[in-house]
């Protein structure tokens, strides 16, 4: 599909807009990108339906669009982060100056419920992180990461973004750069503490073959570990370890915070674990661990 097609006014407004989203918002370069398609794309309706450009718009040809959306089966999440995209774009054209009132005012998004991540037992986490044929170099790299991710709960970006210089394994910790530039300190955890320290004196090098980084984890080509190799790592072992379930990048992350939740770790810590700066992000892992519960007791209560 040809990319939607912007003058130079409306490119210029974007550059500006995504810088304010990186620097005022802390958002993520993936969410970045997901607004910037969604006004590109209203852009383009509004040139070719309404004769009109975004300086122009009126609360009723937002309704508009936002109808002929839904008349195309777009889903409430993609409706509200739509909706999210232009709030935020019009909030910044109203301090810059560039209007005088906001049309997205009034304009309300799909209401969208808080659906329970996927997430696995601890018996199948156990089977994925024996997956990694250890015997090979390729082997450790890839447990070293499974474990430090599990034990850590970090996102799969922070994983493979990890320096050499984030990682104190005498302290056993690491610290991690996550959303919007916020350090924080992780601990490690013995295990994958000894995973690492064998996969920094062991594989790793064997892996550079005499090249430097200061990446912590690399490939064979003395790179740094994308976020989509390591997905597809993941999945790899998943299937060898006889998983079945449906898995997301996150999946071991979610694991690390009902696992800790189930052992009777306290919200707040789990919260400053995971980075969260809202604790409702973190309160839906109360939801899981009530419903794993619920499934304890029907299972193994005499009357459940």
Known sequence: MEPPRLDAIERELIRLFQDCLWIEEGLSTNTQKAYVSDLELFAVWLSAQRGKNWLDVQAGDIEAYLLLKLQQ??????????????????????????????PT????????????????TESEVGNLLLAPDV?????????????????TGLRVTELVSLRLN??????????????????????????????????????RPVILAGRLSEDLFVTERGS????QAFWHII??????????????PHTLRHAFATHLLNHGADLRVVQLLLGHSDLSSTQIYTHIARER???LHARCHPRG
């Open 166 to 203: 984030q990682v104190g394994l005498r302290q056993g910790v690491v610290r991690v750069i996550g959303k919007g530039g916020k350090d924080r300190l992780v601990p490690i955890g013995e295990e994958a503490a000894s995973w690492l320290e064998t996969y920094l004196g062991d594989a």
């Open 293 to 295: 519960l619920k499934e």
């Open 73 to 102: 089966k777009a889903s409430n999440r993609s409706s509200a982060r739509l909706v999210s995209s232009l709030r935020k774009f019009y909030g910044w054209l109203l301090r810059e100056g560039k209007l005088e009132y906001d």
């Open 224 to 227: 740094s570990m994308t976020r």
């Open 235 to 248: 999945k790899r072992y998943a299937l060898k370890a006889g998983i079945r379930k449906h898995l997301s």
């Open 135 to 151: 015997g090979d170099r390729l082997g450790q790299r890839d447990r070293a990461m499974l474990e430090l991710l599990y034990a």
């Open 105 to 120: 005012l009034g304009i309300d998004a799909p209401q969208l419920g808080k659906p329970l991540p996927h997430t696995l």
